[in-house]
């Protein structure tokens, strides 16, 4: 079974320009997660999806980020502008719909901002 | 929102075995105790999950008792590649499977 793909793998940008990462979930996961997790801390949830629709988005800095996941299956996350603060791994998971299915991850983006 | 307290670090050796306890005091009678690994430039991997008294599978044990505050991972005669980060949480049962990760507990394990 393939696992959940991310890329780009790495990503180096100058502050206040604009950058997008790309999620691959498992075939058939209605639940899709957006984490980010800087040096040192546990990951922090910034949006999760329920095939195509918003169902948590409270920890996402809506002014300069912003997620979709169009058709229920891909879903991208942009940042714009990025700041250093946003350097950082960005992970996502995703699972089957519902209860406490176990949550699969991908390798992640690592942003650097400079 | 879902609160855990775990030791920030632990130091073991290798073929000794390891015990990470949780403390979660707002437990919802119908949320479920899970645990992640994340290694070094890796997302988090499922361990274990639980409901109450104890599980057991090819990679840990998940102790509970029966007022459910708290949990214990057990990691049996543990090597150096468990060397990694070990998070509790408790997704809600029955909602949107929401994932809050804690700072975890960061494991060395020693020759």
């Known amino acids: 079974e393939a696992g959940v793909a991310q890329s780009p793998r790495y990503k180096i940008i100058e502050k206040r320009q604009s950058v997008a990462f790309w999620c691959n979930p498992i075939s058939g996961h209605a639940t899709l997660y957006w984490y980010q997790q800087i040096l040192g801390q546990g990951p922090k949830l910034l949006i999760q999806f329920q095939n195509n629709g918003v169902v948590d988005d409270s920890q996402l800095p809506k002014d300069r980020f912003s997620a979709e996941r169009l058709k229920g299956v891909d879903s991208t996350l942009k940042i714009q502008p990025a700041k250093l603060e946003d350097s950082a791994v960005y992970l996502c998971?995703?699972?089957?719909?519902?209860?406490?299915?176990?949550?699969?991850f991908g390798q992640g983006t690592r942003l650097t901002v400079v | 929102l879902a609160k855990t307290t775990q030791p920030i670090s632990m130091d073991s050796y290798e073929g000794q075995e390891v015990n990470i306890t949780c403390s979660h005091n707002?437990?919802?009678?119908?949320?479920?105790i899970t645990w992640y690994q994340q290694f070094p430039s890796q997302g988090p991997r499922f361990i274990i999950q639980g409901y109450k008294t104890k599980v057991t599978n090819e990679v840990a044990s998940l102790f509970i008792p029966a007022d459910r505050k708290s949990s214990t991972l057990s990691l049996p005669r543990v090597s150096l590649s468990d060397t990694a980060v070990y998070y509790c949480?408790?997704?809600?049962?029955?909602?949107?499977?929401?994932?809050?990760f804690g700072a975890g507990t960061r494991l060395a394990v020693h020759p």
């Open positions: 707002n437990i919802a009678t119908n949320d479920y």
């Open positions: 949480l408790f997704p809600a049962s029955g909602g949107y499977n929401k994932l809050i």
């Open positions: 998971a995703s699972s089957y719909t519902g209860g406490v299915a176990e949550a699969f």
